[in-house]
């Protein structure tokens, strides 16, 4: 992940967002990896599925010698902070970007509710394409409304304040790559989604349907939704 990465985008890439503090830190060396671990006392939860009072067992790790970016969080040991934390498919609890842990609950809980467009891998994002979730969080306290995205016969519709855009190479230099004829279609009259308070909203699309995946390289998937907070980019190497 790169190391200059905006709260907004660490809050959307997190399952869960929880006060806590770290204790009962361990460390090794495995084959060339530095392996760290502690557990969290949840003192509050800001998102996600966890309470106050359960424990979390946070895992970290660094290549041996690498001195930056680091991810490091002994220091915070008897601190109450932030974590943005994310689960892995083996139950794993991580952090994995030296940012995750904050001192500032507001600023957290304001970029939990500006940053409402949500764009997820449920795999690792080096690969070929693959499918990617393209949705809504909404942390506030009652249901909202949000511009229609649905999949109908192979194709992405969605509300025209949606706007989906693929580039291939470096960020800010890359280059567009337009949508399969057909796949991605903008429709006025297509439902709002209803997201419940505390929840999100999903559709998983498969990228190699929607766009001529082109060569090996970086691409960058932006997502921007009318007064619905900053676009979500996210990035992905073809292999």
């Not at 280059?175 to 796949?183: A, E, M, S």
């Not at 995946?213 to 619905?228: I, K, S």
């Amino acid at each position: 992940m790169p190391a200059d990465v905006p709260l907004e985008d660490l809050v959307r890439d997190s399952d869960l967002v929880v006060a806590g503090t770290l204790r009962s830190v361990s460390a090794s060396t495995r084959s060339g990896v530095d392996v760290a671990s502690g557990i969290i006392d949840v003192a509050d939860v800001l998102w996600g599925d966890a309470a106050p009072g359960d424990t979390l067992r946070l895992v970290w790790k660094n290549q041996s010698g690498l001195a930056h970016p680091r991810v490091e969080y002994a220091h915070f040991t008897g601190r109450e902070v932030v974590w943005l934390l994310t689960t892995r498919s083996d139950g794993t609890i991580r952090a994995d970007h030296p940012a995750c842990a904050s001192g500032s609950p507001e600023r957290v809980e304001k970029a939990l509710r500006s940053a409402r467009v949500l764009t997820r891998w449920p795999k690792y994002r080096f690969r070929v394409g693959g499918p990617v979730e393209i949705g809504y969080r909404n942390a506030a306290e009652s249901p909202m409304l949000f511009p229609g995205i649905v999949l109908e016969d192979g194709a992405l519709v969605v509300d025209p304040s949606v706007r989906i855009a693929l580039t291939a190479g470096r960020a800010g230099t890359g280059v567009p790559v337009p949508p399969r004829k057909g796949r991605l279609i903008r429709d006025p009259a297509i439902a709002p989604v209803r997201v419940p308070p505390g929840s999100q909203w999903t559709v998983t699309v498969d990228l190699n349907q929607l766009y001529p995946l082109g060569p090996a390289g970086t691409h960058h998937l932006t997502v921007d939704v009318d007064d619905n907070g900053p676009p979500d980019r996210q990035w992905f190497e073809m292999d």
